[in-house]
């Protein structure tokens, strides 16, 4: 794999980088958090005009390519701390609607997201699933007019702000087995769709979607009947890279922000950057950091390894190790600066709230240790 970037990956990652710096600043952020439902009014409506919520969907691009996109685009979010819902819609909804033969629903949804007028969430977590995406127990029977959607799908990720749906069910077969899994997407407003919102620990917005007797037609089946599974586990696999990559792109930050500090605060007479002991928690942060950098990489050379278990392995590797260093950079983060490191009014507390959101999404690093034991 080349690590190098090409010239236009450089000028994509200094537009992402520019533009949630300008757009999506500290007060901005505080704003979000004091107000979920409010959003910054022309964020998203700019990712559309640049084009970056069309990534997953350009037909000339590699699947390493739009890795590579989705990565620049995340490190660029991780370091403003943007919440807005580019990996659920445009990274993990777009791969699986835009993947095989692409339906009619499928396509205007994928237009509607390019324009910036569709944010859609995936809905596949249970409260008995654990990280296991067989694991359904929402079940979606075959009526006259379509299907009959029935059960609950919890901390769906940027769920109360999503316009759609995508929702996997059990169409045949029992919990935990891979054949019987269908993905639906589904209007918000669906009759007997209830959502109940809350927030994560960073004030990511997540959502309880309850599913009591909702008919959908036919063609609201994204993928094909059944076969729903692989196609759920590819979209999770490009989701979890894109996270690492917002979470490198959050350390990143979060060193600046530290190098900063200890080089203006005074203690003792002195700068505590003399201090030998921060010259070392430095020294591990930029290690963890840079670690990371190399894993997020790692995770998208995964993406396209042939072997099914070697993907698994690189990605469960990636996923520990990234998740184990920004729980780390987080802490080193809030012991050099003290008790005020966790306060709301600095923003070195948010980014740590939010490494560690990001670690235990679709499986922390404790689950993806395991993981990699029992593949080995």
């Known amino acids: 794999m080349d690590f190098s970037l090409s010239e236009e990956q450089v ?42 919520l069309g990534i997953y969907m350009d037909e000339e691009a590699s699947v390493q390519d739009r890795a590579v996109a989705a990565h620049l685009v995340c490190t660029a979010m991780g370091k403003s701390l943007a919440l807005e819902p580019f990996v659920s819609t445009a990274v993990m909804a777009a791969s699986i609607l835009g993947s095989g033969a692409v339906s009619p629903a499928n396509k205007a949804m994928l237009a509607a997201i390019q324009a910036g007028r569709a944010k859609v969430a995936l809905a596949l977590l249970e409260t008995r699933s654990g990280f296991e995406l067989a694991n359904i127990g929402l079940t979606a029977t075959q009526v006259e007019n379509g299907y009959l959607i029935s059960g609950r799908k919890i901390a769906v990720i940027d769920g109360p702000g999503a316009s759609h749906v995508l929702v996997s069910a059990r169409t045949s077969g029992k919990p935990g087995d891979r054949k019987g899994v269908t993905l639906f997407l589904i209007n918000r407003d669906t009759s007997g769709l209830t959502v109940s919102s809350s927030v994560a620990i960073d004030g990511t917005p997540l959502a309880a979607i309850s599913f009591e007797n909702v008919e959908v037609p036919a063609a609201s089946l994204a993928g094909e009947l059944h076969e729903g599974l692989d196609l759920l586990e590819t979209a ?47 020294a591990d942060f930029y290690t963890a950091v840079e670690q990371s950098r190399s894993m997020a990489l790692l995770a998208i050379r995964a993406l396209t390894d ?33 008790g005020v490191g966790m306060s709301d009014e600095l923003s070195v507390g948010h980014y740590f709230r939010r490494l560690i959101f990001l670690d235990d999404c679709w499986g922390n690093a404790e689950y993806n240790a395991r993981l990699y034991a029992a593949l080995n």
């Open 11 to 52: 000028m994509l990652s200094d537009m992402a980088t520019r533009m949630f710096a300008n757009e999506h600043d500290w007060q901005v952020r505080k704003h979000v958090l004091a107000d979920p439902a409010y959003t910054p009014p022309s964020l998203w409506g700019q990712l559309s005009d640049l084009g970056l």
């Open 236 to 282: 999770v696999n490009h989701g979890r890279s894109a996270m690492l990559s917002e979470a490198v792109g959050a350390m990143d930050r979060l060193l600046e922000l530290c190098v900063e500090y200890l080089n203006t605060r005074v203690q003792f007479g002195q700068k505590l950057a003399q201090f030998q002991v921060m010259q070392h928690h430095i």
């Open 306 to 338: 042939p072997d099914q278990m070697q993907q698994k392995k690189l990605l469960a590797a990636a996923c520990c190790t990234v998740g184990k260093a920004s729980l780390l950079a987080g802490e080193l983060a809030v012991q050099m600066h003290g």
